[in-house]
């Protein structure tokens, strides 16, 4: 498979009252076209900065960042951030007429995104009217709905009730196989990472440099459900909290 993306010797300084601090330091890793990456560390690592720096929201480090020519990158936030006073389809579709793309064969696969996420009976609702994990899957349809290559999610399942975050991370997970998505996703739950993830990248403290790149093999990749119930999986997740060091946090 063909990188889609390239960090080469990132490095991020933030402005503070008390001078220059050094947030990331020479981070160099690659992503594969379809590859799914968990970036896990301590609280302030600076694994927010680094998704920032790949969505082109933050332009102000050293170091060389590249990116496949054709690749289209969407964020999803730890907030669901739904206009209160749209209806859930309105807010799914926003996206896609402020790009002014909302079309048939746009249409079609918000449909089908909808039908994926048993949202169908749902269209007319408002936010309010719909729980925590709901409101989280209309947020991810209007992020899918723009068919992005790469797909930046920034804890997004944070928020919600472990069931919820269990299935919704399923979903996830299993429309990016489906679909062939590239994924970055930045979390604090060595669980979540380890079931979720194609590769794991341990960051350290402030700043933060990569401590070690761990390749996940499950046998069964049909879901997080079934990648949990692998012999391998407690060995994988021991290894990460041993690289993370909890006394760092």
């Avoid at 289209?72 to 807010?91: E, R």
Wanted: proline letters at 2%; glycine letters at 4%.
């Amino acid at each position: 498979m063909n990188n889609v993306l390239e960090l080469n010797d990132i490095s991020k300084n933030y402005h503070t009252k008390l001078g220059e601090v050094l947030a990331v330091k020479d981070i160099n890793f690659k992503i594969k076209k379809g590859e799914i990456v968990s970036l896990v560390g301590p609280s302030g690592c600076g694994k927010s900065t680094l998704l920032s720096i790949i969505a082109g929201l933050d332009q102000d480090y050293y170091g060389s960042l590249n990116k496949a020519k054709y690749l289209k990158i969407a964020y999803m936030l730890q907030s669901d951030a739904l206009l209160p006073w749209l209806t859930i389809y309105d807010n799914a579709i926003l996206g896609l007429k402020i790009k002014k793309i909302y079309n048939a064969e746009t249409k079609k696969y918000v449909d089908y995104l909808f039908d994926f996420y048993n949202l169908n009976e749902f269209r007319k609702s408002y936010p309010k009217n719909l729980s925590g994990g709901m409101k989280q899957r209309v947020a991810l349809i209007r992020t899918l709905a723009l068919k992005p290559d790469l797909l930046l999610l920034d804890e997004p399942f944070s928020a919600l009730d472990q069931q919820s975050r269990l299935l919704i991370s399923d979903d996830v997970y299993k429309i990016a196989k489906k679909e062939k998505k590239t994924v970055i996703l930045v979390t604090h739950n060595i669980e979540e990472a380890v079931s979720f993830s194609d590769r794991v990248i341990v960051l350290s403290k402030r700043p933060s440099i990569i401590k070690n790149i761990i390749n996940i093999n499950f046998a069964n990749q049909e879901s997080i459900y079934e990648r949990r119930k692998d012999e391998h999986y407690h060995e994988y997740f021991d290894q990460i909290w041993k690289d993370l060091d909890i006394n760092e946090s």
